[in-house]
């Protein structure tokens, strides 16, 4: 089934060093008939301001796909891996039972920094 979803009816969120687009229902964005599909429950689009990111936080349970549409971005997870990623690189991240992990945006004059994060929910 196909579902088209205009830009305009998306959720939104703007908390200075990070403005996000959300196809789902994330964060502070509740529409309960646009909660996923099928076990598709994230795709955003984030851009992250130069010299921020995301500390350390945790997943379990998920498949986590990352796209650096511009700029770069520093990964750092509880299993030692660390890699910085540029423009058009894509992250695969299978957070398993628990996995800490962070994202940084690096300095060094870029403009803007975005990327596409998806995330499917593994079935039980």
Request: a positive charge.
């Amino acid at each position: 089934m196909l579902r088209r979803i205009d830009n305009t009816k998306m959720g939104s969120s703007d908390l200075g060093w990070l403005k996000s687009k959300f196809h789902f229902s994330f964060a502070e964005y509740y529409n309960p008939f646009n909660l996923n599909f099928g076990t598709l429950r994230v795709i955003n689009d984030d851009l992250v301001k130069p010299g921020t990111g995301f500390d350390t936080h945790p997943h379990r349970d998920m498949e986590i796909v990352s796209y650096v549409v511009d700029g770069k971005l520093t990964h750092g997870d509880s299993m030692g891996n660390k890699n910085t990623l540029s423009r058009g690189h894509v992250q695969y991240m299978s957070a398993g039972t628990g996995v800490l992990h962070s994202e940084h945006t690096c300095f060094g004059g870029v403009k803007r920094s975005g990327r596409r994060k998806i995330a499917v929910k593994r079935a039980d």
